[in-house]
């Protein structure tokens, strides 16, 4: 049997086991593209952990994060032929993944948050639909893809909530609207002249993820900011801004919907490093005022030592 004859059950299995469409789909790029290119051909009992090496290089063409991922979905495979029952002559533990040098976790600035929103257009459609939606996004922490399902019914207007599904987790969630979001939204339906239910729409249907980014790249991508403005960046910008007005990461975790205070404590990161400095030195001097400075303990030593050598006289 050949590596290549594999591939089918693989995806099959993933998709058996309840994995997202879009996780199989990333699957099976790679099986198609870094694997198809390196090991595909070669015969299952002869592939050796060696060949991880081929599967890196060949994953190069995936761009930055492709060796890494080339390598699990290798791993990946190689474990599921185990489980098979085919004979595997390695163990898919000891291939090991690559590393990959960690992102700057990108927020914007309350600045640049400024430069962002006044370059869109809102004398159109697709501009105050654009406005509005980075407004709900940067005041909820939603993902892209669960703002878009929103039904105008769904939002509870005086609560300023509505309930949505985690995009990942599936859950059944609720998020929080500022009265600044709320105001967009009422402009952006106020604007509009279709009776469609969805609260973002494009023509005669619900607004794609792709169309709005479509939007994104042809209209601010050029201003005086070098980071890459896209959807999720405010979500980003969300946790950043309540971390460095105090809120308690377990808060912040709630609010983000992260099941897993790791992924939270990543934002951390995003925290503006020219104001580490300024924390260290407020609440260093804060929390330890009243210790004797370097001057009083050398003087108060130096009296000591005086007043020791005086009794010896």
């Known amino acids: 049997m050949k590596v290549k004859d594999l591939f089918k059950d693989f995806l099959i299995y993933l998709a058996n086991q309840g994995m997202e469409p879009k996780t199989v789909r990333e699957h099976e790029r790679f099986l198609l593209g870094s694997l198809s290119h390196s090991i595909s051909e070669k015969e299952l009992s002869d592939v050796r952990i060696n060949d991880r090496a081929a599967v890196m290089n060949a994953g190069k063409a995936h761009g930055e994060y492709g060796p890494q991922r080339s390598v699990v979905t290798f791993r990946q495979l190689m474990k599921f032929a185990k489980g098979a029952g085919h004979h ?7 291939i090991e993944v690559p590393q990959v040098p960690k992102k700057e976790n990108q927020y914007l600035t309350k600045e640049e948050l400024a430069v962002v929103m006044n370059a869109i257009d809102i004398t159109t459609h697709a501009g105050l639909r ?3 939606l980075f407004e709900v996004l940067l005041d909820t922490g939603m993902r892209i893809t669960e703002a878009i399902s ?3 019914e769904d939002i509870d207007w005086e609560q300023k909530e509505v309930v949505i599904t985690n995009a990942k987790t599936k859950d059944r969630e609720k998020v929080y609207f500022t009265d600044r979001s709320l105001q967009w939204l009422k402009k952006y339906f106020a604007f509009r002249k279709d009776d469609l239910p969805f609260v973002f729409v494009s023509g005669r249907g619900r607004l794609l993820s792709v169309t709005s980014r479509n939007y994104i790249g042809a209209h601010l991508q050029n201003l005086s900011i070098k980071k890459h403005i896209k959807h999720h960046i405010l979500r980003k910008t969300f946790a950043t801004i309540l971390i460095e007005n105090g809120a308690d990461i377990t808060a912040v975790q709630d ?5 897993s205070p790791r992924t939270t404590l990543r934002y951390y990161a995003g925290v503006n490093k020219e104001r580490i400095k300024e924390v260290h030195q407020k609440v260093l001097n804060k929390v330890l005022n009243g210790r004797v400075t370097a001057d009083e303990y050398f003087d108060e030593v130096q009296s000591d030592k005086e007043n020791s050598r005086k009794r010896i006289i």
């Open 130 to 132: 654009t406005r509005a």
């Open 255 to 259: 609010l983000c919907r992260h099941k």
């Open 88 to 94: 595997v002559p390695l163990e898919w533990r000891d």
């Open 150 to 152: 929103l039904n105008k």
